[in-house]
């Protein structure tokens, strides 16, 4: 290559300028993705344990019900006459 080109203002001045920022654009993509794919793990872990625990209620709320349905058939015979 001539170094005439090299010597113009393009190449010593805007050139190492468009460079640096490329990297730096592309550095905080790829740091930024990572941050997400992070908090997308983080963030389902967290749904999976509040799932785990909204069906420990529902068995517990399952069995009030069956305890309850008991008592009332039990009481019912007796609450009409």
Do not use: C, Y
Not at 9 to 15: R, Y
């Amino acid at each position: 290559m001539n170094s005439a080109i090299l010597q113009q203002p393009f190449f010593q001045v805007a050139l190492p300028i468009m460079v640096t920022l490329v990297a730096t654009v592309w550095t905080a993509q790829w740091s930024q993705n990572k941050r997400f794919d992070d908090l997308k793990s983080d963030m389902n872990r967290r749904f999976d344990e509040v799932i785990k625990r909204l069906d420990r209620i529902e068995q517990k709320l399952d069995n009030h019900e069956q305890r309850l349905t008991r008592v009332e058939e039990r009481t019912s015979p007796l609450g009409l006459r």
